[in-house]
């Protein structure tokens, strides 16, 4: 059965690294391309016409002039438009068509998460039946370095497979946030920071446990490097794509990452890399 890759098009200038991205995917995964466009359904029904090929025919010269662009060899591919509301149709169709992957451009509105919630961005992201990838940088920078953050939630495990799966030649990263009980108050007491070490160390197992377990299922096992550092996790995790963007954050779509805040918002209106977000199945 042929893997299909879902692409939404808006045909901006910021969708042209996405448009780039999917198009080596699709290409180094051997899926099919489908290009999307999605259509105000409220237009007249002959403006709707003329529109569609209007759009078809821009999406067709967007897909050569990006592959010239980034000498990008051509992949199986099908161009179609469809009406509707943009979030609601991208899941629709990812569902019937049952896409592998969905990629899209990132958002525009950056510096703005209390404007990221609504767009149709988010919303896929939320509603998504495959993994979701925000593409930002250019199709020519290669997925070297993956981080992603790790707790014990069934949606974290499942970013940690997917990106396993899906780029085995990449270097992971697994970083797991952490907060003890009692820290302000006891943290200078010698007790407490024994208590506190023989924590932090049996934490370090679990997830060793945890990683061993997954790798079982798993062929190929690339190199992995495991951070442990203490504070909110959405704090943690924003101070260290600061500081060290990666190439890719590959993230569960709910967990604790995502517990005491909208981060899926900030990360949208502040990416420092290209983001994937997996659902727990």
Same mark, same amino acid.
């Given at each position: 059965?042929? #893997?299909?890759l ?7 200038a ?9 198009i ?7 899926? #099919? %391309?489908?290009?999307?466009?999605? %259509?105000?359904p ?7 016409q ?12 967007? +897909?050569?002039?990006i ?18 509301a943009?979030?609601a &149709? ?6 019937e068509r049952?896409v592998?992957?969905?990629v ?5 509105k #950056?510096?703005?998460?209390? +404007? ?8 896929v992201? #939320?509603?998504?039946? !495959? ?7 250019p199709?020519?920078q290669?997925?070297r370095?993956?981080l ?13 497979? &997917? ?28 007790s407490y920071a024994?208590w506190?070490?023989t924590?932090?160390r049996? %934490?370090?197992r ?7 377990t997954?790798m ?11 951070? %442990?550092e203490?504070?909110? /996790?959405? &704090? ?9 963007? /990666?190439? +890719?954050l590959a ?9 005491r805040?909208?981060l ?6 502040e990416?420092h !890399?290209?983001?994937m977000v997996?659902?727990?199945?």
């Amino acid at each position: 059965m042929t #893997r299909t890759l879902l692409f939404a098009c808006d045909l901006s200038a910021e969708n042209r690294a996405a448009f780039g991205r999917a198009i080596r995917l699709a290409r180094e995964t051997g899926a #099919r %391309l489908d290009v999307l466009h999605v %259509l105000d359904p409220y237009l007249p029904h002959a403006v709707l016409q003329d529109l569609e090929q209007a759009v078809v025919a821009e999406m067709e010269h967007m +897909l050569t002039d990006i592959r010239e662009d980034y000498a990008l060899p051509a992949p199986e591919c099908l161009i179609q438009t469809v009406t509707g509301a943009p979030y609601a &149709e991208i899941i629709r169709e990812a569902h019937e068509r049952d896409v592998d992957m969905i990629v899209m451009g990132a958002h525009r509105k #950056r510096g703005h998460p209390d +404007l990221v919630a609504g767009s149709t961005l988010a919303r896929v992201l #939320r509603g998504a039946p !495959c993994p979701v990838i925000s593409a930002n940088h250019p199709p020519t920078q290669t997925w070297r370095e993956i981080l992603v953050p790790l707790d014990f939630s069934l949606t974290c495990r499942n970013a940690l497979h &997917e990106a396993l799966k899906r780029f085995p030649a990449a270097h992971l990263t697994l970083l797991h946030a952490w907060e003890l009980p009692g820290e302000r108050e006891l943290g200078s007491t010698p007790s407490y920071a024994q208590w506190r070490d023989t924590r932090v160390r049996q %934490l370090r197992r679990q997830l060793q446990v945890e990683i061993d377990t997954l790798m079982a299922t798993l062929d190929d096992v690339p190199e992995l490097d495991l951070e %442990l550092e203490q504070g909110n /996790p959405e &704090e943690v995790l924003m101070n260290r794509l600061r500081r060290q963007p /990666p190439d +890719l954050l590959a993230m569960g779509s709910r967990g604790d990452w995502q517990a005491r805040g909208q981060l899926s918002d900030k990360l949208l209106a502040e990416p420092h !890399c290209d983001v994937m977000v997996c659902r727990a199945w």
